[in-house]
């Protein structure tokens, strides 16, 4: 059974059990903060478990990519190493939500992998946490397993919030036994031992307990169901090959890299594991790029440029010297693109942003390693790399630390990775200062709790509300007094919370002789809205009743600023075409931005009609409204979907025109105008390239556009009263100023050069012999590069026997240029040997040719004593 048909049996099973089959969510979690990527199934269902969603389904199955490369959930370092680990693999999941508990998910786990794939029982074990004896009498009394077969364990064994409060519960996991070949060998080997003599197929998590906070375990009023089994594994299983990268999932891209890297998978064991990472690496750049995470090196863009990097070291280390690496992702869409339909559009986008990584980062690579290598050739086996050395290796040549780590275990060196991190502290404190953020609150455990906020920002701007929960930095408190920063979490709210690129609401929290400013408003996973702020007056309590007022003006202008990004996109789609698709934005109230797909630049008279057409639609004061409608339905009448967002079922469309006669269609939760009119001026203010394949266009509008005027306005009043003539004339005034300037500095360069030309002659009459050579050395003070290379130059072609030596001190640094004459050659003398000793007396350097060649330093002090040394230097040189 190919991977396509098991992960289809899989999906079917469960549909004939009453399962809904829920599409996978995107990579990138919608609305949860607390991950980079999804790291499992169960992700999209946390509102599902917590209760903070209607449920319209109480059984759901999916197929969801994850990937895990971060994190405590990284399986990074043992990726290539091992049979069973990946950075992105398929989770097949079935889910229950106060529904089905364990004798269902029990017996239906044995059904399908016994009964429909048909898996030799034989192979089969199975672990249960050690106090389930309930789990481990369904297995042996109901489902008949083998006793002698089962274990019992306790921390691998048990799924919670690891220091948290919260859903907990056992689990039972279904291990296949791979063979004794991929054993450890051990007498004390075990089913759950870290050799992958025994894989773990399936875990079926068993949420039943309530963690409380003195440590013990309430039952939950709606035990659910959370499994969770690798679709590789599974298929390394069914299929009988050596391991997961033989499976059909892997193949047709281990086959393609033996091309590309010009190397034999089977040649040895470190040539498959570094084959093996490529090949798994590049499967995760592919999914992760097509949903526009770009390399970059902070969050989930660090991971895509660690992922990239980690590739292009082990293609290197096996002969890789130029970039190759996007090649792959052709065989990638291949085989992932008929389940995943996004992929195959996006794949020339995906290889043009590899690409562009790979030619900007192989140079580095190869100065990274040589800097690498000389550090371990240093340090005996068992020493220590020092932190600040890897940090210098990743900020200098863009070694990720894991890399670092991985090359100095070959050699049997440690990394201080405390040290590492301690250094990349110090520079995040440098670089930024931290921002106003509900991150700066310790949030887990704390609202968890707490319903999720009905929000009425559409409607109303001010309304009624009751403080659930208020959080500040020591943690949840029941009162904040003045002056006291904390997230404040109401029942009921109008402030729009940080969306889909949109900021969120500021506003006003009051109530009687209490306010409380709010800075900027998120969303937590399960559907809180985080109210960040300070508490301006008063005490401010939990459970007290405020008035919510959201910020009207600053509102009125993101919402211009959100309007008017959607006349862009239409424009953009008129003016580039269809392909012009939206891949990321942000909407604020003094900006906009917006990144889209394209290979090129606008031309000024496309940017012109761009904004000619937005203005006219502004102009035509088109009515905006919204409706919410099945998000398949939206998409049939041609609304735009950002891939990447999550919708669900139904999804809120926002349409500019008339019913039937619409402009623009697009699935949006932000919040709008009421007619194009109202979106006033609007410029484009910027483009610019993003990453390969993406541009970058920011916009103003409304008032914004406004001052954006008012402010060129001035501008050009100020340089046409500086030029004395008119704004018309500016230009070519300008224009002809540069020129008149150009002209000048030419005669002034012609006057220096014969002028330092002049003092090089003069300095020809006090030259030192040298044997059969006559040296002339000095300072041209003040004469620039130029000047002192033509003096230098000028001398020794009308003298054969001269070696000139001059230097410039223009801008407080060293230039140092030396020339030799055929003669002077004959007789030894080397220019590029003499101004590159020269240069080492002032801490800098350089060479060249025998007959030319030119240093420098830093700082020119000292040039006169350097310049003094030439006379023994030369002498040396020459034997004289």
């Known amino acids: 059974m190919d991977s396509k048909a098991l992960r289809q049996s899989f999906l079917d099973f469960f549909e004939q059990r009453d399962h809904k089959i829920v599409a996978p969510a995107p990579l990138v979690p919608a609305g949860d903060p607390t991950l980079l990527f999804n790291t499992a199934g169960m992700v999209q269902f946390k509102p599902h478990f917590a209760g903070s969603v209607e449920l319209t389904f109480k059984r759901a199955a999916s197929c969801q990519p994850c990937l895990r ?141 309530d963690q409380q906070a003195d440590g013990t375990r309430l039952p939950l009023p709606n035990p659910g169901i959370d499994t969770g089994m690798g679709l590789e594994r599974l298929a390394f299983a069914v299929q009988g090959v050596v391991d997961n990268f033989r499976t059909d999932l892997f193949l047709p891209i281990i086959q393609r890299t033996e091309e590309v890297l010009q190397k034999d998978y089977g040649d040895d064991g470190r040539t498959r594991s570094s084959m093996n990472i490529v090949a798994d690496h590049v499967r995760a750049l592919t999914f992760a790029v097509a949903e526009n995470v770009l390399p970059s090196n902070d969050g989930r863009g660090y991971v895509v440029r660690k992922l990239l990097r980690r590739a292009l070291l082990h293609a290197y280390l096996l002969g890789l010297q130029e970039p190759a690496l996007h090649r792959l992702v052709e065989p990638v869409v291949a085989v992932m693109g008929g389940t995943y339909a996004h992929l195959p559009p996006q794949r020339s986008f995906v290889e043009g942003v590899l690409r562009e990584e790979e030619e900007q980062y192989l140079a580095t690579l190869g ?88 929000f009425v920002g559409y409607d109303d701007l001010s309304h009624e509300a009751t403080v659930l929960a208020i959080v500040t930095a020591e943690g949840r408190v029941a009162g904040a007094q003045e002056d ?33 400013d709010v800075e900027e408003t998120t969303k937590a996973p399960q559907g809180q809205f985080l109210h960040v702020g300070v508490v301006r007056e008063g005490i401010l309590k939990e459970g007290q009743t405020v008035t919510a007022a959201v910020d009207r003006s600053r509102r009125q202008a993101v919402a211009g600023h959100h309007t008017a990004t959607h006349l862009l996109h239409a424009a953009l789609r008129e003016v580039v075409g269809e392909g012009a698709t939206q891949a990321g934005s942000f909407v604020g109230p003094s900006y906009l931005r917006f990144d889209y797909a394209s290979k090129r630049a606008l031309e000024p008279e496309e940017v012109e009609e761009v904004e000619r057409r937005v203005q006219r639609n502004v102009v035509a004061n088109l009515p905006v409204w919204w409706t919410d409608m099945e998000v398949e339905e939206a ?122 030309t002049a003092h090089a002659a003069e300095l020809l009459a006090s030259a030192a012999q040298v044997g059969p050579v006559r040296l002339v050395t000095g300072l041209l003070a003040g004469a620039s590069a130029d000047a002192v290379k033509e003096a230098a130059s000028s001398l020794i072609s009308a003298h054969g026997d001269v070696v000139a030596l001059f230097a410039s001190d223009e801008g407080g640094k060293a230039t140092i240029f030396a020339g030799a004459g055929a003669e002077a050659i004959a007789a030894g003398a080397h220019a590029g040997n003499l101004v590159r000793d020269v240069a080492k007396a002032l801490g800098g350097g350089g060479g060249g040719k025998p007959d030319f060649a030119q240093a420098g330093a830093k700082t020119a002090e000292g040039l006169e004593e350097a310049l003094a040394q030439a006379e023994r230097l030369l002498s040396e040189m020459i034997g004289g």
């Open 635 to 756: 998409k049939s009448r041609g609304a735009m979907a950002l891939f990447g967002e999550k919708y669900g079922e139904r999804g809120r469309v926002v349409c500019v025109g008339g019913e039937g006669e619409e402009l623009s269609l697009e699935l949006c939760g932000g919040t709008h105008l009421c007619n194009t009119g109202e979106v006033g001026p609007f410029y484009l203010v910027r483009e610019e390239a993003l990453a390969a394949g993406v541009r970058r266009l920011e916009a103003v509008a409304g008032e914004a556009a406004l001052a954006y005027a008012h402010k060129m306005r001035r501008v050009l009043a100020e340089a046409a009263a500086i030029i004395k003539t008119g704004w018309e004339d500016l230009p070519s005034r300008v224009q002809s100023a540069l020129d008149d300037r150009r002209e000048l500095d030419k005669k002034l360069r012609r006057l220096t050069s014969q002028e330092a």
């Open 69 to 209: 490369a971060g994190g405590k959930d990284s399986d990074l370092a043992l990726v290539g190493h091992t049979l069973r680990h990946h950075t992105l693999f398929e989770m097949l999941g079935n889910f229950s939500f106060g529904d089905y508990f364990k004798r269902e998910a029990i017996a239906w786990g044995w059904e399908y992998l016994a009964d429909v794939l048909k898996l030799d029982p034989e192979r089969l074990y199975v672990t249960v946490h050690t106090d389930d004896d309930e789990a481990a009498a369904i297995w042996v009394e109901e489902v008949g397993f083998p006793a002698e077969r089962l274990s019992r364990y306790d921390e691998d064994n048990f799924w919670g919030p690891a220091g948290g409060l919260g859903a907990c519960g056992p689990s039972s996991e279904i291990h296949y036994y791979a063979g004794e070949e991929y054993g450890c060998g051990r007498e004390e080997c075990h089913v759950n031992c870290d050799c992958d003599r025994f894989l773990e197929v399936w875990n079926l998590v068993f949420p039943q307990f």
């Open 367 to 454: 100065r990274g390693m040589d800097r690498l290598r000389g550090k371990l050739a240093s340090l005996k086996k068992g020493g220590l790399l020092g932190g600040e050395d890897a940090f210098t290796l990743y900020d200098t040549y863009g070694l990720p630390l894991e890399v670092t780590a991985e090359v100095a275990e070959w050699e049997g060196v440690d990394v201080d990775a405390a040290g590492f991190e301690e250094e990349m502290t110090a520079q995040r404190h440098r670089s930024r200062a931290a921002a106003a953020s509900a991150d700066e609150f310790p949030l887990t455990g704390n609202v968890d709790d707490v319903p999720a906020t009905t």
């Open 484 to 516: 006291t920063r904390a997230v404040v979490v109401l029942n009921v709210s109008p402030f729009y919370a940080e969306a889909g690129g949109q900021v969120g609401d500021a506003g006003l929290l009051t109530a009687e002789g209490v306010a409380f």
